[in-house]
């Protein structure tokens, strides 16, 4: 329903919602690309690499996942400590 109306609205009033959709996707790419800057983005992506580890299903004597959770683990625990401690 949707779409068949917007065949049918008129070329100017397509061009001023265009216009505003690429406002608002430029001014999202500039505020994700602050982001990307901040040290919570940092944060949430190792949080993200910890939970895919995590989460993945390992297979029958797929040390590897095992090993690799471990070692993210235990990595972000002492990056967690040293900020705490201030090492």
Not at 25 to 51: C, G, M, N, V
Request: aromatic share 12%.
């Amino acid at each position: 329903m949707v779409g068949e109306r917007w065949q049918v609205l008129p070329a100017e009033s397509r061009e001023i919602c265009e216009r505003q959709a690429n406002s608002a996707k430029e001014k999202y790419y500039a505020e994700l690309a602050e982001y990307k800057k901040t040290p919570q983005y940092d944060t949430y992506q190792k949080y993200l690499e910890e939970f895919k580890l995590k989460h993945a299903a390992p297979t029958k004597g797929n040390l590897t996942v095992l090993v690799l959770q471990y070692i993210l683990t235990f990595d972000n625990r002492c990056r967690r400590q040293a900020l705490e401690t201030g090492d």
